[in-house]
């Protein structure tokens, strides 16, 4: 049993078919999926589709789209946020490598994101990328409880947010052969320890390349296992475990039918 704990399953990749994905997600004992929002738009649609397949759903705006942060956009996320279907913040964060929007632009939509997670007690899905210093001091001072998505910071990133007691979440970038940091896999402790896909984005190998879909998970969680020298079958135990720790109950890890 596994949990994928980010997927933006309402991107356009899934359009065509993605019913099937989620049935097929099932099939390969991928109990839950947390279906990922990055704009005030798809967070309208994260909604209806965990409604739809019985998932869950976040509310927030990416870096990327960050300009579009405004007091009217904040008020809709934030009435999100009382739907029971809503468990996390996010995804939220900042990206100076592809500097879609300003930095102050993220900088501002960010701070105001981990101060509506801890308001509201939810947990903040953060992105993170190029951008270790702003995020050390932004994360220094929130209260918020967050999860650092797709892990590929550096060590200072990591070492605040363990001492935070934060989630730590691994996508497929650890099955690249570019992947180079197996010394932040084993830091993360048992119990603070995640798995997503980030599909469609982020394909991991053997499908590297395609898109990606929840039901590769299991790809993630056998290489996590094989870096940290652990059974797969405790891997996905504890990070199920550590998904409903995280996230709450709905995420409830079903048997796969
Ligand atoms: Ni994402």
């Known amino acids: ?13 899934f359009d065509e078919d993605r019913a099937a994905v989620v049935k097929r997600a099932s099939a390969a004992g ?19 589709l965990a409604r739809r397949f019985d998932l869950s759903a976040t509310a927030g705006v990416h870096p990327h789209e960050a300009s ?14 009382n739907n029971p279907l809503v468990v996390a913040v996010g995804e939220t ?3 100076y490598h592809y ?17 509506l997670g801890e308001r509201h007690s939810l947990p903040v899905v953060v992105h993170s990328r190029s951008a270790d210093a702003d995020m050390v001091a932004m994360l220094r001072d929130t209260g918020a409880s967050y999860i650092l998505h797709s892990f590929s910071s550096g060590p200072e990133v990591l070492e605040i947010a363990l ?20 010394e932040a896999v084993r830091a993360v402790p048992a119990d603070r320890l995640l798995v997503e896909t980030d599909g469609p984005y982020l394909a991991p190998t053997p499908h590297r390349g395609k898109r990606n879909e929840p039901a590769f998970v299991r790809e ?16 996905e135990e ?17 048997q796969p039918q």
């Open 99 to 115: 500097d879609h929007s300003p930095r102050q632009a993220q900088r501002v939509a960010f701070a105001a994101q981990l101060e």
């Open 1 to 13: 049993m596994l949990v994928d704990t980010h997927c933006h399953l309402g991107a356009d990749q």
């Open 163 to 182: 001492a935070a007691k934060a989630y730590v979440s691994f996508s497929g970038m650890v099955t690249f052969n570019s992947w180079s940091d197996s």
């Open 93 to 95: 964060g900042l990206d």
């Open 68 to 81: 579009a942060w405004n007091s009217n956009v904040a008020a809709k996320i934030e009435a999100a946020l």
């Open 238 to 254: 504890q990070t199920s475990q550590n998904a409903v720790a995280c996230f709450g109950t709905r995420i409830q890890v079903k």
């Open 30 to 48: 991928v109990a839950h999926i947390i279906v990922v929002a990055d704009s005030e738009p798809a967070t309208t649609r994260a909604i209806e």
């Open 220 to 235: 993630i969680a056998l290489k996590v296992a094989e870096i940290r020298a652990e059974s797969p079958h405790d891997i």
